[in-house]
T-cell receptor, first 110, second 115 residues
Framework: DAKTTQPNSMESNEEEPVHLPCNHS???????IHWYRQLPSQGPEYVIH???SNVNNRMASLAIAEDRKSSTLILHRATLRDAAVYYC???????????FGTGTRLQVFP | DAGVIQSPRHEVTEMGQEVTLRCKPI?????LFWYRQTMMRGLELLIY????????DSGMPEDRFSAKMPNASFSTLKIQPSEPRDSAVYFC?????????????FGQGTRLTVV
């Protein structure tokens, strides 16, 4: 499984944008980039995913570097509810598994 | 749909006892995954099923662990005999297709404590 590298923790103030980075230098052409987050005492929840182009949904935006060796999850206006562990995961179309790394713990301050 | 439903939410058992965790996936989903989460090891994939058939159980820690999916709407994860090191939160997840291009939905988890 291709590996991702994320900072252990990040901090943000409420209503400010947050950029969560992820490095995946060994990504292959068929790897999809997935982001999940886990709120305290809950199961992981899907945030967004993409292959090559930047993606937007109601929760966040995903910016993918042109060489695909890194990506950034963008929360446009952080809220206290966004405090969670954010996981960046690479998934190959040849496998159905979703393997989690250690993720980034995001703290949001009022 | 009520989402992925796991039961029980909390389980406390004595070492040596059999423990059965249950999962009801979202209706119509083809894939079901069992994960275990601990502080030391994070989220680990234990086993996953496609159309009720186990596809990859390489994450199952040892023979004390077993998982079944008798039908599309029910799966169990059994630990027999249980040990204190099995204490963890166990999550079940389901997805409509292979997770490479779709999202997986997770249950709220079962917190297992083995004393």
């Amino acid at each position: 499984d291709a590996k991702t590298t994320q900072p252990n923790s990040m901090e943000s103030n409420e209503e400010e944008p947050v950029h969560l980075p992820c490095n995946h230098s060994t990504i292959s052409g068929t790897d999809y980039i997935h982001w999940y987050r886990q709120l305290p005492s809950q199961g992981p929840e899907y945030v967004i995913h993409g292959l090559t182009s930047n993606v937007n949904n109601r929760m966040a935006s995903l910016a993918i570097a042109e060489d695909r060796k890194s990506s950034t999850l963008i929360l446009h206006r952080a809220t206290l509810r966004d405090a969670a562990v954010y996981y960046c995961i690479l998934r190959d179309i040849s496998t159905d598994k979703l393997i989690f790394g250690t993720g980034t713990r995001l703290q949001v301050f009022p | 749909d009520a989402g992925v439903i796991q039961s029980p939410r909390h389980e406390v058992t004595e070492m040596g006892q059999e423990v059965t965790l249950r999962c009801k996936p979202i209706s119509g989903h083809d894939y079901l995954f069992w994960y275990r989460q601990t502080m030391m090891r994070g989220l680990e994939l234990l086993i996953y099923f496609n159309n009720n058939v186990p596809i990859d159980d390489s994450g199952m820690p040892e023979d004390r662990f077993s998982a079944k999916m008798p039908n599309a709407s029910f799966s169990t994860l059994k630990i027999q005999p249980s040990e204190p090191r099995d204490s963890a939160v166990y999550f079940c997840a389901s997805s409509l297709k292979g997770v490479w291009n779709t999202e997986a939905f997770f249950g709220q988890g079962t917190r297992l404590t083995v004393v």
